[in-house]
Structures are given as structure tokens and as C-alpha cells.
């Protein structure tokens, strides 16, 4: 069949995910789709993929909302097309080997029922009931539920295509995409051997073609194909159709009926990258011959759970290839490099569960411009361009698979492709004991050891480790004296041009443009009046501004200011490497800083929120009066030049008033005290800036208004917040939250808590959750009061106390001392 001229929108890709997209753009009326696949729908991974669809296991809830979706629309799709999605709803049982698994799928199981999904814990003698053939008696525990299972993944890809052909979509066969057509920095359509394609919007749905796709956009998509491995067995005897799936990941092995014998799928510790140079743009519905010597360890292992299978034959022992990213997320959402590209892919061996969820949240971005999910953790713009460099792919890749099966710790942190982005001062840190961790590449400190001790983390757990007491240290020492914090991965851009200020007085929701020599903690609001970032911008001339992020937030806010810049004297350079960024925090950080300066640091002449560029030993630097952890304190930026010099100075000077070095674990916590937001963490891309508790940085009446301010208005007018973001502490001291504990008031679940630490200074586990007052009544502080509040943690209730107001210093005196 030909192709058209023109499109509103052409997908790239049959694979369940492409499909997805089109049917879900075709449902939602707009018929003008082109799905162009190079070959035949579902070649590539779709084809031989294990087809679970399970919605246990996760600890977000826009994955967990995805699962739940696709599992609905392959069980109404037949019904819609007359095509089978073999859907197969036999249960789904995770087991837990270990304490520490019994302890992660808990506090899962918990999470997940919040969400809607009918998990049971179960013992080893159901388990055994429920899959005979296992193995049992080592068990601890099995999570299941009976409404997940199975489907066939071409099937469902065919019902997809389908669907969106009945609603009117295009899809062609046997035609590849070789170019990208663009004007300026938007996409305008596709090059194909039969001629070019105008489009408004092209979705890049290749799978593990994907990053050389995106190359011929100019567009980063740092994922990397690597082998995937199962094997299926002769029939057994007493196996059929009916049997439900079991996962072991501490017997690296998955389990599922097929062909009245069992697969036996494998994720590996440690895998095996395929063709790091490039993906064959031949290679359709091939396999990879299978490494038996390397692959064997695993394979005893998950027999060993399954005991029949390594009595019967072996039938087919495959495997082909599945494309994983960096950190385990999909790469999602709009490119920053190229207006109107959006990308999904990299699902990660995930592509079947939540293709019917991945498809619908991405016509929706397009169709409404903005997404209707937390995208913070999976859009495209968290990664950099140099993860895509081959030997960052060939080294990550190794790991990132072996973590589908890994316990998930908190804080876990991946530990290859490591020292790729290094602070000025990392040497130093070094010498000083520092244990870092993976902060978006950056080697960010994450606690320092004392004298004689090896910073090392002698065992994860969910527990206290053996870092506990040192990250205490370093918490009172913010809170009683001073401390130096290395933030040099945070993103710095230095904004100029004449129309600087009005450019970002417009995309910020606070006023910006006002006194030189003055920060303003301010959001970025889309139309709709929801946080797309939260961070700082600084006016440090009429024509100059100095703006800061978060780590995660850098690309996003680069591409959110050169798109708001387009057409006006307004140039944005992306500082972030030329400058280190160290911290002085804590009562005697005025002291510690005034002995090394000759400016005057005096609260009358340097009060809060003034920026202006002092003197330090032989340095010129940018110091701003600032704190993101209650107290008093400095943030200093340097040009990494004199980075060294700086931090000797300031640490020779630190020696007589008890100068501590601190750590990320550090901040943390002292910043959960105080309730301070972090993006992407405890407030999203869902949550209006009122909701977000940061009504007081807006400017409601700054003269020209700014994005999203009508939208602001209307949320005020509706009346009383019945959603808000509220602060959470344990009274019991014992207890640790993390993230994903549900939060109860008089026995009923309100929401749950997003991030959490531990607060030394309150005396318990500390958070923030965003509840929701069930009857649409106002949300506040009486209301709090009034209830009984107890959080479940693994299989724990634990009272609480809930506030709106920062528990920690609620007056903010400290900050103003």
C-alpha cells in the first residue's frame, strides 16, 4: 500500500507500544494517522516477548495506573475488534526468599492495594495449592493476584492495529523511516524510500532501533539492546492453561504455562549487551545463538525453584534481544531537542504490561499538549546525550538488567558507568572520607566516615546501616554549628539580554525582574497551573540572571527557556560544569564565612535572599544568603578554577568553629524537616502550585502575568483545597519511611507519602504526603487536628502527627537570624 503525502501525526514502529499510540490517537479523534513499521508488525522484541501482565510490583503510581489500564483494555479489546488478545487472567504469585524481599514486597503490596489492585499475602503452603510444581519449603511469603496473568503479545499488538484501523488510523508495512524533516528546531514529517510524509508531530516508537532513529533527529535516546533469555519445556504432566504465573527474583526465574509445558524466563545479574554499534536494521524476527556457559549458573538456579523443569526435555532455549535505558525508566515524552518528537521507548521488558498505559498517556500529551500523569521519572529530557556514548551504554547496560531482579533498597545506587561527571572539589572529598553516590551522573557525597573508618556500606537493609550515626552527625551539626556541602551538580545557567527579565518574569510564577542583587524561589507553571520546575533565579544585573535546578530538572528547564526566549533578545548558557557550588550552612555559617571575607556579612548589610559577589582569599564569588535547610547559611558559587583554592580557605577557617563536611543523606533530612519541596520527588507535573503548599511564591498581580496564571485564578476561585501536601511524622522514633506508605486518618487512607527521611532534630521518620480530604471539604490544619493519623509501614501502623506547616522552625526565625 502507498503512503500519504501528509499527517497530522506519523507513528514510527508496529510493536505493541507504536500500535498503542496510534489506536489510543485514533480513539481520542484524531483520525489523521500514519503508523509507518519497516517490516511487519511486531517484529523486533514484540514478537517473542513473554507476554505477562502483571500489575504488582511497583512503588509509582503512574506505572501502577499503567498496568492496571493495559490489563482493562486487553480484556474489552476482543469485544471492540473481534481480534484476541489472549488475555488470560490465571493469577500472579511473587514470592519473597528473604527477609529483605518480604520486606520490600510489603511495603509494595501495601502501596498497590491503595491503587486499587486486590493483593493478598499469602504462606508457603498456598503458594504450594496455588503452583504445585514449586518448591516452597524455603519460602517466606507469596503477594497474590488472581486478576493478573498472562497474554500474547502478537495478538494484542494485532487488536491494537486493528482498533486504530476501525477509528480510522493508517498503518503501512514494509516501509522504514531513513530522515527526519524539520524546520528550525520543529519536526515537519519523514523521509521513506516512497517519498516524504508531512506531519505536525512524529512519535518514535522503534524500540531498540529507537537511538539510531533518534540520530537522525538530532535527538538523544540513550538505551541499549542486550540478550533476554527463556526457555520453555516439554510438556508436564498436570500443567494447562489454568496455571497462574510465578515470579522468583531470588532464583533469577519467571514461570508460565505454554504449550501445556512451562517458560522459564530468566533475568540475569549481570547481562550481556548486543551490538553496542549498532542494531541491524535488517534484523526482524531473528534470535540471538544463546550463551550456555555464561547463562548456566542462572538457569540451575531457577530450575532449582521449579524442580520439573530440569527433569524434562528442553523444547526451544531462546533468546533475543530487549532494549534497556539507563536507570531502568522508560524514555518518554517530548524530545527537548526538537519540538513536536516524542519518544516511547526503552520499556525495559515492561512493554506488554503497560504498553495499553504507555500508548494512552502519549496521545494524550499530544492531543491536550501536556500530560495527565507524573512524567518527572521517565521523560526523556532526565538523561544526558552522553549516555548514549558507547561505552556508556556497553558498562550501564551490564547492571541495569541485573536491577530488574535486584532487592530495591532505598538509595540504591547503580555502581557502573561511574565518575562520568565529577565536582571541581572531588579530590578533596576523597581525602575527606566521602561515600557518593550516582546523582545524575555527578559523584554526589553522600555521608562522610570519621578518621580511621573505611566509607563503605557494610550491608543494605531497610534497617539503620552502618552509616546511620555519621548522617546524625552531620544533621546536628547543621542544625547546632556549621557544615559545607559540595551542590556542585546542581543546574546553573546565566541568563543576559535586554529582554532577560521580562522573558523570565513571564515563565516564572514569582517576580523575578524586581531588585538587582536579590533571589527568588520561585515555580515554572504549564497553562494548566501545574509545576513543570521549582527552583531559584537570581537578578544580578538588569540584562544578567543566574538561575538554579535541581540535577534532575537540567535539561528540562534548558529546553523550557530557549523555548520561551525564541524570537526575543533573551540567551540562556548552561553554566553547570564551569562552576562548583559549596554550601555553608548553620548557625555559625556567618561566623565561619566573615573570617574569610572582607564584605560584611552582617544581617542588617547582607540580609536573607541577598546575592552579591564578595571576596575569598584570591576568589571572586557569587555569594547568596539561601538555605534549603532551615538555618542560616550561604550558597557560594565558583568558577571551578578556583574551586581548590576556595574550599582550602573555607576548610582552614572551618577548623575553629567545628566546620563538619555533610553529605546528600544530610540534606535530606534536613530539608524533610522543614518541609521544603524537591521536584520530581515529593511534587510533580500533577500538582497545581496551590496544591503543591507554594501559594506564597506566586505573584498573582505582577504586572503581564506569567503561564499559567489564569489557571491559578480559577483554582482559588473554586474554593477551599480539599488536596493539599502535608507533612508527616512519625511519633513512634523507631520506624523508617522511604517512599509509598499510606497515610490514614481515622482508619482510612488519605494518600500516601511521596518522600520521606529520617528527622533527627523531630525525634522520628519524617515526610510529605499529599492526602486528599475524601468529601471535598477544605483541607486544613483543623481538619488535621481533628483525626487520628497512623501511616503503615510494611506490615506496621505506626501513629502519626500531619501538618501544614513546617514542623521545624514553623516561624522561619532561624533563616533570619
Request: glycine fraction near 10%.
Given at each position: 500500500m502507498g503512503i500519504p503525502e501528509r499527517a497530522r501525526v506519523v507513528v514510527i514502529g508496529g510493536g505493541v507500544i507504536g500500535t498503542s499510540v496510534a489506536y489510543h490517537l485514533a480513539a481520542a479523534g484524531w483520525t489523521d494517522?500514519?503508523?509507518?513499521?519497516?517490516?511487519?508488525?511486531?517484529?523486533?522484541?514484540?514478537?517473542?516477548?513473554?507476554?505477562?501482565?502483571?500489575?504488582?510490583?511497583?512503588?509509582?503510581?503512574?506505572?501502577?495506573?499503567?498496568?492496571?489500564?493495559?490489563?482493562?483494555?486487553?480484556?474489552?479489546?476482543?469485544?471492540?475488534?473481534?481480534?484476541?488478545?489472549?488475555?488470560?487472567?490465571?493469577?500472579?504469585?511473587?514470592?519473597?526468599?528473604?527477609?529483605?524481599?518480604?520486606?520490600?514486597?510489603?511495603?509494595?503490596?501495601?502501596?498497590?492495594?491503595?491503587?486499587?489492585?486486590?493483593?493478598?499475602?499469602?504462606?508457603?503452603?498456598?503458594i504450594k495449592e496455588l503452583f504445585p510444581l514449586a518448591r516452597t519449603?524455603?519460602?517466606?511469603?507469596?503477594?497474590?493476584?488472581?486478576?493478573?496473568?498472562?497474554?500474547?503479545?502478537?495478538?494484542v499488538t494485532m487488536a491494537l492495529a486493528k482498533g486504530a484501523r476501525l477509528r480510522g488510523a493508517t498503518i503501512v508495512e514494509g516501509v522504514p523511516v531513513t530522515g527526519i524533516l524539520r524546520t528550525g528546531k520543529t519536526v515537519t514529517g519523514v523521509r521513506t524510500p516512497q517519498g516524504d510524509i508531512e506531519a505536525e508531530y512524529v512519535?518514535?516508537?522503534?524500540?531498540?532501533?529507537?537511538?539510531?532513529?533518534?540520530?537522525?533527529?538530532?535527538?538523544?535516546?540513550?538505551?541499549?539492546?542486550?540478550?533476554?533469555?527463556?526457555?520453555?519445556?516439554?510438556?508436564?504432566?498436570?500443567?494447562?492453561?489454568?496455571?497462574?504465573?510465578?515470579?522468583?527474583?531470588?532464583?533469577y526465574g519467571y514461570y508460565r504455562e505454554e504449550g501445556a509445558g512451562l517458560m522459564v524466563g530468566l533475568f540475569e545479574a549481570e547481562c550481556a549487551p548486543w551490538h553496542v554499534d549498532r542494531v541491524p536494521e535488517t534484523f526482524s524476527f531473528g534470535t540471538i545463538p544463546p550463551d550456555w556457559d555464561r547463562m548456566a549458573p542462572y538457569l540451575e538456579k531457577a530450575m532449582a525453584r521449579v524442580p520439573i523443569t530440569g527433569e524434562v526435555g528442553v523444547r526451544t532455549f531462546f533468546c533475543g534481544p530487549e532494549s534497556f535505558t539507563p536507570d531502568l525508566q522508560p524514555v518518554f515524552g517530548?524530545?527537548?531537542?526538537?519540538?513536536?518528537?516524542?519518544v516511547a521507548a526503552g520499556l525495559n521488558s515492561i512493554g506488554i504490561l503497560t504498553g495499553g498505559g504507555i500508548g494512552r498517556a502519549l496521545a494524550q500529551w499530544i492531543v491536550d499538549?501536556?500530560?495527565?500523569?507524573?512524567?518527572?521519572?521517565?521523560?526523556?529530557?532526565?538523561?544526558?546525550?552522553?549516555?548514549?556514548?558507547?561505552?556508556?551504554?556497553?558498562?550501564?547496560?551490564?547492571?541495569?538488567?541485573?536491577?530488574?531482579?535486584a532487592?530495591?533498597?532505598?538509595?540504591?545506587?547503580?555502581?557502573?558507568?561511574?565518575?562520568?561527571?565529577?565536582?571541581?572539589?572531588?579530590?578533596?572529598?576523597?581525602?575527606?572520607?566521602?561515600?557518593?553516590?550516582?546523582?545524575?551522573?555527578?559523584?554526589?557525597?553522600?555521608?562522610?566516615?570519621?578518621?580511621?573508618?573505611?566509607?563503605?556500606?557494610?550491608?543494605?537493609?531497610?534497617?539503620?546501616?552502618?552509616?546511620?550515626?555519621?548522617?546524625?552527625?552531620?544533621?546536628?551539626?547543621?542544625?547546632?554549628?556549621?557544615?559545607?556541602?559540595?551542590?556542585?551538580?546542581?543546574?546553573?545557567?546565566?541568563?543576559?539580554?535586554?529582554?532577560?527579565?521580562?522573558?523570565?518574569?513571564?515563565?516564572?510564577?514569582?517576580?523575578?525582574?524586581?531588585?538587582?542583587?536579590?533571589?527568588?524561589?520561585?515555580?515554572?507553571?504549564?497553562?494548566?497551573?501545574?509545576?513543570?520546575a521549582d527552583l531559584t533565579v537570581t537578578k544580578l544585573d538588569d540584562d544578567r540572571f543566574w538561575v538554579v535546578a535541581s540535577d534532575t530538572a537540567h535539561r528540562h528547564a534548558l529546553s523550557m527557556m530557549e523555548r520561551a526566549f525564541a524570537g526575543r533578545h533573551a540567551f540562556v548558557t548552561d553554566v553547570t560544569g564551569g562552576y562548583a557550588q559549596l554550601n555553608v550552612q548553620g548557625p555559625r555559617s556567618r561566623e565561619l564565612l566573615q573570617a574569610v571575607t572582607s564584605a560584611d556579612l552582617s544581617h542588617e548589610a547582607f540580609p536573607f535572599r541577598t546575592a552579591r559577589e564578595i571576596d575569598l582569599g584570591f576568589a571572586r564569588v557569587l555569594c547568596v544568603r539561601i538555605t534549603y535547610l532551615g538555618e542560616l547559611g550561604y550558597e557560594l558559587y565558583i568558577?571551578?578554577?578556583?574551586?581548590?583554592?576556595?574550599?582550602?580557605?573555607?576548610?582552614?577557617?572551618g577548623a575553629a568553629v567545628g566546620l563538619r563536611h555533610a553529605g546528600l543523606k544530610a540534606l535530606s533530612s534536613l530539608r524533610m524537616e522543614k518541609g521544603y519541596r524537591d521536584y520530581?520527588?515529593?511534587?510533580?507535573?500533577?500538582?497545581?502550585?496551590?496544591?503543591?503548599?507554594?501559594?506564597?511564591?506566586?505573584?498573582?498581580?505582577?504586572?503581564?502575568?506569567?503561564?499559567?496564571?489564569?489557571?491559578?485564578?480559577?483554582?482559588r476561585a473554586a474554593g477551599p483545597l480539599h488536596r493539599r501536601l502535608v507533612q508527616v511524622l512519625l511519633t513512634d522514633p523507631d520506624p523508617l519511611m522511604f517512599h509509598g506508605e499510606i497515610v490514614r486518618r481515622d482508619g482510612e487512607a488519605a494518600g500516601y507519602v511521596r518522600a520521606a527521611s529520617y528527622g533527627f532534630t523531630l525525634g522520628g521518620a519524617v515526610g510529605l504526603a499529599m492526602l486528599t480530604r475524601a468529601d471535598g471539604a477544605a483541607l486544613d490544619q483543623s481538619w488535621l487536628d481533628s483525626g487520628t493519623w497512623t501511616v503503615e509501614v510494611a506490615d506496621r501502623i505506626v501513629p502519626a502527627r500531619c501538618s501544614l506547616r513546617p514542623l521545624y522552625d514553623p516561624a522561619n526565625t532561624r533563616i533570619q537570624m
Amino acid at each position: 500500500m502507498g503512503i500519504p503525502e501528509r499527517a497530522r501525526v506519523v507513528v514510527i514502529g508496529g510493536g505493541v507500544i507504536g500500535t498503542s499510540v496510534a489506536y489510543h490517537l485514533a480513539a481520542a479523534g484524531w483520525t489523521d494517522v500514519v503508523l509507518l513499521e519497516r517490516d511487519k508488525l511486531t517484529s523486533g522484541t514484540t514478537w517473542h516477548a513473554a507476554g505477562l501482565m502483571v500489575t504488582f510490583g511497583s512503588l509509582s503510581e503512574t506505572s501502577t495506573e499503567m498496568r492496571k489500564y493495559t490489563r482493562d483494555l486487553y480484556a474489552r479489546l476482543e469485544a471492540e475488534t473481534g481480534q484476541a488478545t489472549g488475555l488470560k487472567q490465571v493469577g500472579f504469585i511473587e514470592v519473597a526468599a528473604d527477609e529483605d524481599r518480604l520486606e520490600e514486597y510489603r511495603r509494595v503490596s501495601a502501596f498497590n492495594r491503595h491503587c486499587g489492585i486486590d493483593v493478598q499475602e499469602i504462606g508457603p503452603g498456598e503458594i504450594k495449592e496455588l503452583f504445585p510444581l514449586a518448591r516452597t519449603d524455603d519460602l517466606l511469603a507469596g503477594f497474590y493476584v488472581a486478576e493478573d496473568g498472562r497474554a500474547n503479545p502478537v495478538d494484542v499488538t494485532m487488536a491494537l492495529a486493528k482498533g486504530a484501523r476501525l477509528r480510522g488510523a493508517t498503518i503501512v508495512e514494509g516501509v522504514p523511516v531513513t530522515g527526519i524533516l524539520r524546520t528550525g528546531k520543529t519536526v515537519t514529517g519523514v523521509r521513506t524510500p516512497q517519498g516524504d510524509i508531512e506531519a505536525e508531530y512524529v512519535v518514535n516508537c522503534a524500540g531498540m532501533w529507537a537511538r539510531q532513529l533518534g540520530e537522525q533527529a538530532g535527538v538523544s535516546i540513550p538505551l541499549q539492546a542486550a540478550e533476554h533469555y527463556y526457555l520453555i519445556t516439554e510438556p508436564i504432566d498436570g500443567v494447562d492453561g489454568d496455571l497462574p504465573v510465578l515470579e522468583d527474583p531470588s532464583s533469577y526465574g519467571y514461570y508460565r504455562e505454554e504449550g501445556a509445558g512451562l517458560m522459564v524466563g530468566l533475568f540475569e545479574a549481570e547481562c550481556a549487551p548486543w551490538h553496542v554499534d549498532r542494531v541491524p536494521e535488517t534484523f526482524s524476527f531473528g534470535t540471538i545463538p544463546p550463551d550456555w556457559d555464561r547463562m548456566a549458573p542462572y538457569l540451575e538456579k531457577a530450575m532449582a525453584r521449579v524442580p520439573i523443569t530440569g527433569e524434562v526435555g528442553v523444547r526451544t532455549f531462546f533468546c533475543g534481544p530487549e532494549s534497556f535505558t539507563p536507570d531502568l525508566q522508560p524514555v518518554f515524552g517530548e524530545a527537548p531537542e526538537l519540538r513536536n518528537y516524542f519518544v516511547a521507548a526503552g520499556l525495559n521488558s515492561i512493554g506488554i504490561l503497560t504498553g495499553g498505559g504507555i500508548g494512552r498517556a502519549l496521545a494524550q500529551w499530544i492531543v491536550d499538549g501536556r500530560p495527565d500523569i507524573d512524567v518527572t521519572g521517565m521523560h526523556i529530557d532526565r538523561l544526558a546525550p552522553y549516555q548514549s556514548t558507547p561505552d556508556y551504554r556497553a558498562t550501564r547496560t551490564v547492571e541495569s538488567l541485573g536491577k530488574v531482579y535486584a532487592t530495591h533498597f532505598p538509595g540504591l545506587s547503580m555502581k557502573t558507568a561511574r565518575g562520568a561527571k565529577l565536582s571541581p572539589v572531588h579530590a578533596k572529598l576523597v581525602e575527606h572520607r566521602a561515600y557518593f553516590r550516582d546523582v545524575s551522573g555527578w559523584e554526589g557525597a553522600d555521608w562522610y566516615a570519621p578518621p580511621g573508618v573505611e566509607p563503605r556500606v557494610e550491608k543494605l537493609s531497610w534497617g539503620r546501616q552502618n552509616w546511620f550515626p555519621y548522617w546524625e552527625a552531620e544533621h546536628r551539626a547543621a542544625r547546632k554549628g556549621v557544615i559545607l556541602m559540595d551542590m556542585s551538580f546542581m543546574s546553573k545557567y546565566l541568563v543576559r539580554g535586554d529582554e532577560a527579565g521580562a522573558a523570565l518574569d513571564h515563565l516564572s510564577a514569582g517576580a523575578v525582574n524586581g531588585d538587582v542583587e536579590r533571589i527568588t524561589y520561585t515555580q515554572w507553571l504549564n497553562e494548566g497551573g501545574t509545576l513543570e520546575a521549582d527552583l531559584t533565579v537570581t537578578k544580578l544585573d538588569d540584562d544578567r540572571f543566574w538561575v538554579v535546578a535541581s540535577d534532575t530538572a537540567h535539561r528540562h528547564a534548558l529546553s523550557m527557556m530557549e523555548r520561551a526566549f525564541a524570537g526575543r533578545h533573551a540567551f540562556v548558557t548552561d553554566v553547570t560544569g564551569g562552576y562548583a557550588q559549596l554550601n555553608v550552612q548553620g548557625p555559625r555559617s556567618r561566623e565561619l564565612l566573615q573570617a574569610v571575607t572582607s564584605a560584611d556579612l552582617s544581617h542588617e548589610a547582607f540580609p536573607f535572599r541577598t546575592a552579591r559577589e564578595i571576596d575569598l582569599g584570591f576568589a571572586r564569588v557569587l555569594c547568596v544568603r539561601i538555605t534549603y535547610l532551615g538555618e542560616l547559611g550561604y550558597e557560594l558559587y565558583i568558577p571551578a578554577e578556583q574551586a581548590i583554592h576556595v574550599y582550602e580557605r573555607l576548610t582552614a577557617a572551618g577548623a575553629a568553629v567545628g566546620l563538619r563536611h555533610a553529605g546528600l543523606k544530610a540534606l535530606s533530612s534536613l530539608r524533610m524537616e522543614k518541609g521544603y519541596r524537591d521536584y520530581g520527588h515529593d511534587i510533580d507535573n500533577t500538582d497545581s502550585v496551590l496544591e503543591a503548599g507554594l501559594g506564597f511564591a506566586v505573584a498573582l498581580d505582577k504586572p503581564g502575568g506569567f503561564v499559567g496564571r489564569d489557571a491559578v485564578l480559577a483554582r482559588r476561585a473554586a474554593g477551599p483545597l480539599h488536596r493539599r501536601l502535608v507533612q508527616v511524622l512519625l511519633t513512634d522514633p523507631d520506624p523508617l519511611m522511604f517512599h509509598g506508605e499510606i497515610v490514614r486518618r481515622d482508619g482510612e487512607a488519605a494518600g500516601y507519602v511521596r518522600a520521606a527521611s529520617y528527622g533527627f532534630t523531630l525525634g522520628g521518620a519524617v515526610g510529605l504526603a499529599m492526602l486528599t480530604r475524601a468529601d471535598g471539604a477544605a483541607l486544613d490544619q483543623s481538619w488535621l487536628d481533628s483525626g487520628t493519623w497512623t501511616v503503615e509501614v510494611a506490615d506496621r501502623i505506626v501513629p502519626a502527627r500531619c501538618s501544614l506547616r513546617p514542623l521545624y522552625d514553623p516561624a522561619n526565625t532561624r533563616i533570619q537570624m
